[in-house]
């Protein structure tokens, strides 16, 4: 004969101390599990705004090195002009043909430094810039990309200026052959123009019975003008704001052991 046992089922509540007990390591555990996926998350976020920031810093570095070699060659772009400026205002401009060629050579070109906007863009569409936790680094970050427009908009006034006002003067008025050979033919020593190349033999400009030396030296005079506005009120400060965003990331990445790697 088979004896069949019934399983027992209890038949009496649990104390209100076990469903709180339970209740409470159910919390506990699910707390527990977010909080550890926030942490994870949060050294996986923490980690990327590292690698963003040494973009960041490659990219501000070779900035400021653009801009200290830019205001080099524009202080130079002056110095030319003041040259046969002087020359003009003694009377003996025509006297310094050659000269005037190597200056107006390089008073002519556009300089203007292009700011490295891959790894600032980077940060912001990420929403990389939320994870640094230095403000003042956030801070110096939003400064200096909010430098690019300034500079957009002076090269976009300096080079129209240049197109309307410098290049028919320079189409119309200079022997082709010689102006393209002085660029590289030329140097400066104690605000002295120094040809180092062969000088054709009666060099002039063409036109030159009509051409207007005070309407020319007017045009370059603004032209030097508008450089230095924007010199003073956009490159400058953007350097400035540069080197201050360069010594702000330095710091971060040596707090993270990530400068040399």
Known sequence: MEVHHHPHVPTHAKPWKEYLLEGLMIFVAVTLGYGAENIRE???????????????????LDDSVSYAQTMKNRNRQDVLF????????????????????????????????????LALDEIKSSGTLRFIEDDSLKTAIQLYA????????????EFSYIDRMIDPITTTNFKYTFFREIGQG???????????????????????????WENYFSILGMLKTIRKSTDNSYILPTQEDAN????????????????GE
Do not use: C, W
């Open 186 to 212: 030329f140097k400066v020593v104690n605000k002295v123009i120094v040809i180092n190349i062969a000088i054709p033999e009666h060099l002039n400009i063409n036109k030159a019975e009509s051409f207007d």
């Open 146 to 157: 909010g430098r690019s427009n300034g500079l957009k908009l002076r090269e976009q006034r």
């Open 82 to 117: 003041e040259i046969i400026s002087d020359q003009y205002e003694k009377k003996q401009i025509t006297q310094h043909i050659p000269e005037l060629y190597a200056a107006h050579s390089y008073v002519s070109l556009r300089m203007l430094p292009i700011m490295n906007s």
């Open 244 to 259: 201050k965003l360069l010594k702000r990331l330095r710091k971060y990445l040596i707090e993270h052991n990530a400068l």
């Open 42 to 60: 949060h050294f996986i976020e923490t980690k990327k705004a590292v690698v963003s920031a040494k973009n960041l810093y490659k990219d501000v």
